[in-house]
């Protein structure tokens, strides 16, 4: 149990073993917004040796005033670009974006523990 992570607020642990097993499920799913800033859009450029310029033509898109990620629609679901379906992993691990790296951790869920479950099966009460 010492492998779980915690944070100070939340009625919650996560497990990150959890992941080898799991389908995905913060990967994949309903269609969301997977937001990048100025810094994450350079870095998973550089990561995938293009341009800012070209990685925004081929995997970003404006909502608002903010860029977010594309998905990709796979059978009646919806998943990141950048999520390996062989793997079950994503393709830019080391340069992905704040959103994904503080998953399970987000203020959303400190009142819907419930919900969170269901979609991690890395959740365990606290």
Known sequence: M?????KEGYPYAFDPKACEE??????TGESGYIYVNKTEIESIAKLLNLNVNDFAVKYLYKKGYKYSLKENLFEDSY???FYDRESNGCKIYEARPTQCKTFPFWDYYKQRVDELKEECPGIIDV
Request: one cysteine or more; proline letters at 0%; aromatic letters at 0%.
């Open 2 to 6: 010492s492998d779980l992570m915690k």
């Open 79 to 81: 998943e990141c670009v």
């Open 22 to 27: 799991c389908q995905g499920r913060c990967c």
